[in-house]
């Protein structure tokens, strides 16, 4: 059962554009949306995460939007780099602060071309 | 401070074959957690560990078994190591409120 569900699978965008990445989600209980980016031979790193009360998240380029009514929360990298070019994952826990388990999404492939 | 350090980085086995990959983590996290990477399934949980001498299974256990007996270390093991285990194995942990924190992975091919 895939509680979290990514979109797409892979994404191109040219260099300047914005990425955007979606996830939904099942599971009404989750209460911490957290986005990870993965380089190729490293492990993930958390970039931005987001809570249920608050709408939108913003942190330089990179911004989560949440939309708890239609469970969906969304990635957008704006002024996309090169540098970029990386796995995005997005994932959904309960209670952080307990076992902090997360639930991850299947990965977005994005490659920014020059 | 080297974070969350996983050992070996690369390993082949023979199907059968037992191993054990080691992750060390100098934060003094209470958490640690394992989990496989596959293309096209993300990272599932296979066990994890809430504090030193505790385990609980994850969305994966089966075929994996863990040991906790020192609060920087979570060990995995394989018994009988089976194709279907060739993947990448990913350890993390973190404290209270705090986000997880990666290493860079196990790499095991099984033949």
């Known amino acids: 059962q895939q509680q979290v569900k990514q979109s797409p699978q892979s994404l191109i965008v040219q260099k300047g554009g914005i990425s955007i990445i979606n996830c939904a989600y099942e599971?009404?209980?989750?209460?911490?949306f957290p986005w990870y980016q993965q380089f190729p031979g490293k492990g993930p790193a958390l970039l931005i995460a987001?809570?249920?009360?608050?709408s939108e998240k913003k942190e330089g380029r990179f911004t989560i939007s949440f939309n708890k009514s239609a469970k969906q929360f969304s990635l957008h990298i704006m002024d996309s780099q090169p540098g970029d070019s990386a796995t995005y994952f997005c994932?959904?826990?309960?209670?952080?602060?307990?076992?902090?388990?997360?639930?991850f999404g299947q990965g977005t492939t994005l490659q920014v071309k020059p | 401070n080297a974070g969350v350090t996983q050992t070996p980085k690369f390993r082949v086995l023979k199907t059968g074959q037992s191993m054990t990959l080691l992750c060390a983590q100098d934060?003094?996290?209470?958490?640690m957690y394992w989990y496989r990477q596959d293309p096209g399934m993300g990272l599932r949980l296979i066990h994890y560990?809430?504090?030193?001498?505790?385990?609980a299974k994850g969305e994966v256990p089966d075929g994996y078994n863990v040991s906790r007996l020192k609060k920087q270390n979570f060990l995995l093991g394989l018994e009988s190591a089976a194709p279907s285990q060739t993947s990448v194995y990913f350890c993390?942990?973190?404290?209270?409120?705090?986000?997880?924190?990666f290493g860079d992975g196990t790499r095991l091919s099984i033949l």
């Open positions: 993390a942990s973190k404290d209270s409120n705090q986000p997880q924190h």
């Open positions: 599971n009404t209980a989750f209460d911490y």
């Open positions: 987001i809570r249920p009360d608050v």
């Open positions: 994932a959904a826990s309960v209670g952080s602060g307990n076992t902090g388990k997360l639930i």
């Open positions: 934060m003094n996290h209470e958490y």
């Open positions: 560990s809430v504090g030193e001498g505790t385990t």
